[in-house]
């Protein structure tokens, strides 16, 4: 495909498309969409923690350390007996990849609707054929080995919580007797059979597995489950295991050679190609000098929408995009693609480009049960954090941004944007691990909100998770449903941008604010809060008893007096005069939004006008262009945006 010149922002170009389209076909496994949930195992909300128990005391492993590793696994959860993006199954997250391979291949609906947002349905092929049992890696099996252990069922420790947990217990009792160590009351002799239970094959990951677990023994933590079940685990703060009883799991020596990593995960670097491919074109992405050159203000969150192999074969394809890394479901094992000075194609919009780092996370939008697990988010936690301190990037919800927060560059690609990692990422979870919470900052009475629910008990419908318009399975979520009025009787709120009717499908954000982003508050009537979003006002349900938003304090943009609105941009290019000689200057053109006199909205930096002109493959081409104007970035709607500073003014909240 020929770049587009001289403004590589085009939707037909490979840069401003997002990281990975719908790469199911390309996956070895794919989740087994529509599955319906097992039988209730009972409504006793501390059953669960009863067969932790029992499965613990049948295999001589500590409780606490079955805890732990189930936690780490998949928060306790069953996600409704759905197998996980590598075929995991159950609270202890074992897996049976064949299993869950064949029921997708024999499943009768042949395509479900693109989680990015497509209306193309996208077919199973014979890429989705069922391996032999002995051509998967070790990890993708344990459950077929549980079952040997424990002589119960692949079915019922598929579909039975309680199984499950003791096929882990099984199998943690069996990784211990391999070290040669005994079946120990204490939970610090078992730090080499938690490692090795994460199925990692190198003892980088397997140690950066077994920390977290250990992170979580002495941390404790406790948790209703997706199944409504009470789980305890007590903190043991001075817990120390015995970590030289990793040295004889045999396990290869892993190499973070290359990698712009914290030593705290385990990372490979795994290169995305610079290289000319005729008709002078090049992929996948562009040379730079970042910091220097450009500041980095934002972390990009992706789903891959495919699994671990197949995504990154694409990676490695000088025809394709990019992205920085790719984290892995099972263990959070981290690789690296593009160096941070670099630009990755990832984003969709050139200037976000241009200004960000991208981390894939393999999983499905739109099968949250394909399971963004609890070690995928421990890893991608520590990365961000560590790649924030380093570039000073604030960690909020205008710098850490989903791929749905990006907005449109030009008015022609506000529709086209992408949509992951979707309503079911859990950003508060995800904040907590950075180490910064969503909490209150102001008084009850605060023109400032933060969007906060509760993940589990959070709710709302959405449709097309299987098949356009078929209400999708119900499941804890981020984001909150947006109104025109106090009540559910509205109609929904509707985006002018795309244009279309505003729905309840799965990748429609027309009306659905997200977890940490902020706004200001327009009204209150009851149980209901209203915001100014997308120049317009919008409701959502926030009960006293059970709020969905929390106070919040901070600064807002409003016209500048006189002004009747004011235009809203997707990119903050600079003025045409700041461009030198053989650089083309770049439109200053408006989304299809504006802000209205007497709005407000919340502001997140305050910015130059900057275009990264690198259109060529020999990188002494390239130049960073920055102009006089500056800009606010805010948030607009779903996605952030960008107002000129001389259009508007700044006024502290009240």
């Known amino acids: 495909m020929r770049r587009p010149a001289p403004d590589p922002t085009s939707t037909s170009g490979r840069r401003a498309r997002g990281a990975v389209g719908a790469l199911a076909t390309a996956a070895l496994l794919l989740p087994l969409l529509g599955a319906a949930p097992p039988a209730a195992a009972g409504s006793a909300s501390g059953r669960l923690q009863l067969a932790f128990a029992s499965a613990a005391a049948e295999y001589h492993v500590p409780q606490s350390v079955l805890l732990g590793v189930s936690y780490l696994q998949s928060r306790w959860d069953t996600h409704a007996g759905a197998p996980s993006v590598s075929g995991g199954y159950g609270p202890m997250h074992l897996t049976d990849a064949r299993a869950a391979l064949a029921a997708v291949s024999s499943h009768h609906d042949e395509g479900a609707e693109d989680a990015r947002g497509d209306s193309a349905r996208a077919p199973l092929r014979p890429a989705a054929r069922v391996p032999a049992q002995a051509a998967l890696p070790d990890r993708l099996k344990t459950l077929p080995r549980a079952a040997e252990l424990t002589g119960r069922s692949a079915r019922e420790l598929r579909t039975d919580p309680a199984a499950n947990g003791a096929g882990g217990a099984a199998l943690l009792a069996e990784a211990q007797r391999g070290l040669g160590a005994p079946l120990s009351s204490d939970p610090a002799d078992w730090y080499g059979a938690v490692a090795r239970f994460s199925g990692a094959d190198d003892t980088a990951t397997a140690a950066a597995y077994a920390d977290d677990v250990y992170r979580v023994l002495r941390d404790g933590e406790e948790r209703t489950t997706d199944a409504g079940q009470r789980v305890a685990l007590a903190a043991q703060p001075s817990l120390a295991p015995d970590t030289a009883s990793l040295a004889g799991a045999g396990l290869r020596k892993g190499s973070a050679d290359g990698t712009e990593c914290p030593r705290s995960i385990s990372c490979a670097w795994v290169p995305a190609p610079y290289e000319e491919f005729g008709d002078h074109d090049y992929g996948n ?7 220097a050159a450009q500041s980095i203000k934002y972390i990009v969150a992706h789903d891959t929408e495919g699994a671990w ?3 990154l074969n694409l990676v490695q394809d000088p025809t394709y995009v990019s992205w920085n890394y790719t984290l892995r479901s099972t263990d959070g094992f981290v690789a690296q693609h593009v160096k941070a000075k670099d630009v990755a194609w990832h984003a969709g919009n050139w200037y976000v480009n241009a200004k960000s780092i991208g981390l894939e996370h393999e999983g499905f939008l739109a099968a949250p049960d394909s399971w963004y697990t609890e070690a995928m988010y421990r890893s991608s936690a520590r990365l961000v954090r560590y790649l924030a301190a380093k570039y000073r990037i604030p960690l909020d919800r205008q710098h850490i941004l989903g791929h749905d927060n990006v907005p449109g560059p030009t008015a022609s690609t506000v529709s086209g944007m992408h949509t ?22 102001a008084g009850r009475h605060a023109s400032l909100v933060t969007i906060r629910p509760e993940y589990t008990a959070n709710r709302p419908s959405y449709t097309g998770c299987v098949t356009a318009g078929t209400e999708c399975a119900s499941h804890g979520s ?15 709120v509707k985006d002018v941008g795309l244009g279309t009717a505003p729905t309840t499908g799965v990748n429609d954000l027309s009306s659905r604010v997200s977890t940490g982003q902020q706004y200001a508050v327009a009204g209150r009537e009851g149980d209901w809060t209203a915001i100014w979003y997308l120049g317009q006002k919008a409701w959502f349900e926030n009960p006293a008893k059970r709020p969905t938003a929390v106070p919040a304090s901070g600064r807002v943009v409003t016209p500048r007096a006189g002004a009747a609105s004011v235009p809203v941009y997707g990119r903050a290019y600079p003025e045409a005069a700041a461009y030198p000689a053989g650089v083309p200057a770049q439109a200053v053109s408006p989304l299809p939004y504006t802000l209205p006199a007497g709005q407000r909205y919340v502001v997140g930096d305050r910015l130059p006008g900057e275009y990264y002109y690198a259109v060529t493959f020999t990188a002494d081409a390239h130049r960073v262009v920055v102009g006089e104007d500056l800009y606010y970035q805010i948030q607009y709607g779903h996605r952030v945006a960008y107002v000129r500073a001389a259009d508007v003014d700044v006024v502290a909240a009240r």
């Open 285 to 291: 992405h562009d040379l730079g000098d970042r910091p």
């Open 478 to 492: 981020s984001e909150v449903r947006l109104y025109t009025g106090p009540g559910t009787s509205y109609p929904l």
């Open 420 to 441: 992951d990692p979707g309503p079911y990422w859990d950003w508060r979870h995800y904040f907590e691990l950075l180490g910064h919470p969503f909490r209150a900052t």
């Open 309 to 311: 192999d197949g995504v």
